[in-house]
């Protein structure tokens, strides 16, 4: 019983520290490409409102 206990506990320890760290990545990269984000964004809502005001 404590063998399996343990056992269960560590596999969630593990499960948990890669899910984070996935996460992290991810957070890491989306943060680092937000600037680029922003300006299409800002390009493709300049060049809407163009097309409609023409």
Do not use: P, R
């Not at 990269?29 to 060049?47: H, L, R």
């Amino acid at each position: 019983m404590k063998k399996s206990l343990m056992f269960i506990i560590v596999l969630f320890v593990t499960l948990m520290a890669s899910g984070c760290s996935e996460t992290w990545q991810g957070a890491k990269k989306d943060t680092s490409d937000n600037a680029e984000w922003s300006k299409d964004k800002v390009n493709e809502g300049a060049e809407y409102i163009e097309k409609k005001t023409d």
